[in-house]
């Protein structure tokens, strides 16, 4: 089985080189930044295609890794090049984290062309990636699944199906909204504790042990701690997927008060020129005698 690859960055590119190294036959790479291509390409011995529709032509399964909604209307786009150019029985996966409602338009258009697509969500990141130990929400039909599966499961360590195309999404959308509100909740424990004088290896076991607990404490709390936001996930894609569970919300008329003030704090982040830090990297918002800006908004 031929499989392609658009968006080759954090995510997409060890994707690729996990299926790789289990034997997985890659025939084509493509992005927007031609030399991360190019530069793949070379790695794993395949095809740097310069159109997209060349990526739909070398391969029977595509993933497809991008940015945002933008990014995924756009090269399944029904003009100009597309990857549904010649699409008839190719399946697409669709790993980026976007709206619900743009993996159901993208369903109909490769149903238009005669082929499949499933959003397979991943709740984990670029080491998971590489290692083949993702946490994969699928959504689309059950007979894309079954056919999508046997690859999945050298990127993941856990496959759930979660139902109709979009579902995946919403459940990802939750995901991340709620890790986000998580990860800002801890930065101002632990700013708030700096500022106190407390010791932050002492607090952060402290929470360990308590109701304070939490992934995010294990993932990100000793690099808040530490400064170091070296990017695993950024916080231009937190504003952006806090922003994907907002608009969930409000078209329920829901208020979400906590995820509001989260994505404002990275949007924040975004404005003030640390868009590409990870995540994490919200904690320079809050403790004090960091950046300028931090230590009057404690």
């Not at 395949?46 to 060349?54: F, G, I, K, R, T």
């Not at 999945?152 to 360590?157: A, C, D, V, W």
């Not at 329920?252 to 990275?266: F, R, S």
Request: charged share 25%.
């Amino acid at each position: 089985m031929n499989i392609g690859f658009v968006g080759v960055g954090r995510m997409g590119a060890n994707m690729a080189r996990r299926l790789k190294d289990r034997q997985c036959h890659i025939t084509a790479v493509y992005d927007t930044n031609r030399a991360a291509a190019t530069a793949l390409a070379a790695e794993l011995g395949c095809a740097a295609s310069q159109d997209l529709s060349e990526v739909t032509a070398e391969s029977d399964v595509i993933f497809t890794v991008v940015t945002d909604d933008a990014a995924m209307r756009e090269i399944f786009s029904d003009a100009g090049d597309n990857l549904l150019v010649n699409a008839r029985g190719k399946l697409f996966i669709n790993c980026a984290t976007i709206s619900p409602q743009v993996h159901l338009d993208v369903e109909k258009l490769a149903s238009k062309a005669g082929a499949q697509t499933l959003e397979a969500c991943m709740a984990s990141s670029i080491t998971q990636a590489r290692e083949g130990s993702l946490y994969l929400m699928c959504g689309g039909s059950e007979d894309a699944f079954r056919k999508a599966e046997p690859i999945l499961k050298e990127l993941g360590s856990t496959l759930r199906f979660i139902g109709k195309a979009g579902e995946a999404a919403k459940v990802k959308a939750l995901v991340n909204m709620v890790m986000n509100i998580n990860t800002a909740g801890l930065a101002e424990g632990l700013a708030l504790g700096a500022a106190l004088g407390l010791d932050l290896e002492m607090l952060r076991k402290v929470f360990s042990q308590t109701g304070a607990a939490s992934r995010v404490l294990e993932t990100d709390g000793e690099d808040m701690q530490n400064r170091e936001h070296t990017c695993f996930f950024s916080a231009a894609h937190a504003a952006k997927d806090s922003g994907i569970a907002l608009d969930l919300a409000r078209s329920l008329g829901l208020d979400l008060p906590l995820a509001h003030a989260t994505k404002e704090q990275y949007d924040r982040m975004i404005a003030e020129g640390l868009g590409e830090l990870d995540k994490s990297g919200i904690a320079e918002l809050t403790f004090k005698d960091r950046y300028k800006h931090s230590g009057d908004h404690v």
